[in-house]
């Protein structure tokens, strides 16, 4: 019994915090927040007026608005990874899910989801992301380090700050490929598409693919998290499709990213089924133990009730004064030994009798009174 007693206390506990944990609405303070950016196109540019825009800019900037979150827009040189662990900023518009990041600052679940790509020369004779697989490769943040150093291990590394020296040192030959997500690819190849007369050319790889969520310190985690939940609103509402539109050729990507968005409402959902399913699991628990508890209980009982009959019929039938009992309906249900010795009838023949018949007439009447006010 006390096991099972622990066992739905554990259950208990574990739905109540599932449902804190899925079903809480991120909190947010009432501030203006810090939110850092970068050249980082086609997700962070640096619009006509100087101020910020891009893919990730809007998403984030329109969720801002319909969440009531106040956003200042800081420009940060670095990558987000100082400006977040350093608390220079207090969130950052589209970070690279990798597991080692988790450790200094907090990322949202992913609103966006990419595969990478190579870029290389025209004229090279690399046709697949295997042949590069000891090449030198270029790139410009921690998010590529990491997934080339998962999938390319033997390539020689060329990192740098910044995306146009990844591309210049390809277009001089001092790399054999630029390793870049797929959007960034794309528009670099608009916005670079040969080195002088030497076109460029696309290696994709599907195999490698990142997710990328809202950073923050852990601080202002409620906030990103509020973030991220409002663009999923904003997909739900249909109303992704014009704000993707504005980066043209980043519109083929709608139906994935609504995939993606979606999967965390299908996660939501699921989350919702299973904390049901833990409460009807306790529910039942709790009922079972109260069945087997009143099971037991009525056992006892019942056990009790027999060792006190035969306790009273023992005692019952070794004294030497009659003892009779009647149930309500005036039918004799037991009688001792020293009534068939007192007054010469068996049992069965008392019942048959009636009370009164058996009891010399003189003393019917009397014994009448007595016996109604008994049963009264």
């Not at 977040?84 to 200094?104: A, F, H, N, S």
């Not at 291990?153 to 990192?159: D, E, F, I, K």
């Amino acid at each position: 019994m006390r096991r099972i007693k622990w066992r739905i206390g554990g259950a208990v506990i574990l739905v109540a915090f599932l449902g804190w944990l899925r079903f809480e609405r991120p909190s947010v303070a009432p501030q203006v927040y810090e939110i850092g950016w970068s050249e980082s196109p086609p997700f962070q540019v640096r619009g006509a007026d100087g101020q910020p825009t891009g893919l990730a800019v809007d998403l984030v900037r329109t969720a801002a608005q319909r969440r009531g979150i106040r956003l200042h827009w800081v420009y940060w040189a670095d990558t987000p990874d100082s400006a977040l662990r350093g608390k220079k900023v207090d969130l950052w518009p589209l970070v690279t899910v990798i597991p080692e990041r988790l450790q200094y600052f907090h990322i949202s679940s992913p609103y966006l989801e990419a595969e990478y790509c190579l870029l290389v020369r025209a004229e090279s004779s690399h046709v697949k992301m295997q042949d590069l697989a000891t090449a030198t490769i270029g790139f410009a943040n921690v998010a590529d380090a990491w997934q080339l150093e998962h999938h390319l291990p033997h390539a020689r590394s060329l990192p740098h700050p910044y995306r146009w020296q990844v591309m210049e040192d390809l277009c001089r030959q001092r790399s054999d490929a630029a390793f870049m997500d797929a959007f960034t690819g794309i528009s670099t190849l608009m916005e670079r598409s040969a080195c002088g007369e030497q076109a460029l050319r696309w290696i994709a790889a599907p195999e490698i693919r990142s997710k990328f969520g809202i950073g923050s310190t852990f601080a202002s985690r409620g906030a990103a998290d509020a973030l991220r939940d409002e663009i999923g609103g904003i997909a739900a509402e249909g109303k992704l499709a014009p704000i993707l539109g504005q980066w043209g050729y980043m519109s083929q990507e709608l139906e994935s990213i609504e995939e993606l968005l979606d999967a965390r409402r299908h996660e939501q959902r699921l989350a919702a089924a299973a904390v049901l399913f833990a409460l009807l699991f306790v529910l039942a628990c709790w009922q079972s133990v109260r069945i087997l508890r009143e099971r037991n209980r009525t056992r006892h009982a019942e056990q009790a009730l027999r060792e006190t009959e035969q306790r009273l019929r023992l005692m019952a039938n070794n004294i030497k004064e009659m003892v009779l009992a009647y149930d309500m309906d005036r039918h004799l249900i037991f009688a001792n030994r020293a009534v068939e010795t007192l007054t010469g009838y068996q049992t069965a023949e008392l019942e048959k009798s009636g009370f009164v018949n058996w009891i010399h007439p003189d003393d019917q009447a009397r014994m009448l009174t007595h016996w109604e006010r008994l049963f009264q």
